[in-house]
């Protein structure tokens, strides 16, 4: 009576240790088996950790070499079973790994590099920038975070009353004495202080002696604010 065999006819002759009866094979099989389930096992923890569903490209590495190990368990046997439900396990799970791979590759391609990222950061002196303005209520950019812009400004005399319906403004008086005007109250800033006028809020600046102050406002930020 035939023992089922029908591999071991054609290849036992080329590849006589495929079917040697050793111990070493047990731990074959249990070596497969144990990667192949323990992939099950590594995702669960894995998505426990999270608090939510992933599948690990670990996992995909452990089914593959799992299934692999498997299959040539399964032709040791040479059980015509056992052999169809491993043969095509290596190939798909193959196939997952080489688009896993791919994604990886597209994943760092768009990342921006360094070299793109923009400009190298520098020190920007407060004390040169300053020397370098000669007029009056004429705002400089020094530097940008953002959607935000860092101006200098030397102020003399008083402003026109405004208001920025859409901006929040920050002055931050650097040297001398700056006054803002409220329609209910009014704000006095020497150096080093700073103060926020919310949008909406209507005030006019007034520098009795020079001052100079930086501004930090969002970019297109109408220096007259919402007033023609």
Request: hydrophobic share 45%; with cysteine.
């Amino acid at each position: 009576m035939s023992d089922g065999s029908f591999l071991e006819p054609v290849l036992g002759s080329a590849l006589p240790w495929l079917y040697l009866d050793s111990a070493v094979w047990t731990g074959v099989g249990l070596l497969g088996n144990g990667m192949f389930s323990t992939r099950f096992l590594y995702q669960w923890l894995h998505s426990e950790r999270k608090k939510k569903l992933i599948v690990p490209p670990a996992f995909w590495y452990l089914s593959f070499w799992g299934s692999s190990i498997s299959l040539l368990y399964a032709i040791h046997l040479d059980k015509l079973p056992v052999i169809l439900a491993f043969c095509f396990l290596p190939f798909l799970y193959a196939r997952n790994i080489a688009l896993l791979r791919r994604d990886q590759r597209l994943e760092e391609q768009e990342k921006p590099s360094a070299a793109v990222a923009g400009p190298a950061p520098e020190v920007v002196s407060l004390k040169d920038k300053f020397a370098e303005i000669t007029e009056h209520w004429q705002p400089r950019v020094i530097a940008r975070v953002q959607d935000m812009e860092v101006k200098l400004a030397k102020l003399r005399g008083d402003f026109v009353w405004h208001q920025h319906e859409k901006e929040d403004e920050l002055f931050w008086v650097h040297q001398g004495q700056l006054r803002i005007e409220l329609r209910n109250g009014r704000l006095d800033l020497g150096p080093g202080e700073i103060a926020v006028i919310p949008r909406g809020v209507e005030h006019q600046p007034i520098a009795e002696k020079e001052v100079e102050v930086v501004l930090i406002e969002l970019q297109g930020t109408r220096q007259t604010g919402d007033n023609t």
